[in-house]
């Protein structure tokens, strides 16, 4: 694949991800909107990071009407943690595919998610930084192992450890 050492991606392109254009049939997806975490990837390197196995970084712009602040929670608008982890689990997966690795993508877990603040309707942007740790091959299966931040306006928000996710061909 020639459009593997691309090292950022538009909205646009992440949706061609999403719509299995980007890495071909039958390989990583990101979801579409809106389970889509993010509007686009600023920076994605294979030698980089803080382990040299790989950084991806992402942004999502922060706007008053995106779906989750109207009911999570009614008059108490926060975005959901769950929805900041799995941003970090669709990068994984789509750095995963971004190295050429074949299969379909499932987030298999985390070892711990520590929230230290929240993302409110009234922030700007927040930013994902994935430092890949880990990809091990097994027959069907490509394993990436990788830790996760999240900052709300330069503040950081989640950190997460040992985020797995799999790539599987059968």
Known sequence: MGMTKKHSFKYEELIDCANGKLFGPGNAKLPLPPMLMFDRITNIQDTKGKFGKGLIEAELDIRSNLWFFDCHFKNDPVMPGCLGLDAMWQLVGFYLGWLGKPGKGRALGVHS??????????????????????????????????????????????????????????
Do not use: H, R, S
């Open 113 to 170: 998610v520590k929230f230290t603040g929240e993302v409110l309707n009234n922030a700007k942007i927040t930013k994902y930084q994935i430092d890949m740790k880990k990809i091990l091959k097994k027959e069907n299966t490509t394993l990436g192992v990788a830790n996760g931040v999240l900052f709300a306006d330069n503040k950081l928000i989640y950190e997460a450890e040992n985020l797995k996710v799999g790539l599987f061909t059968t």
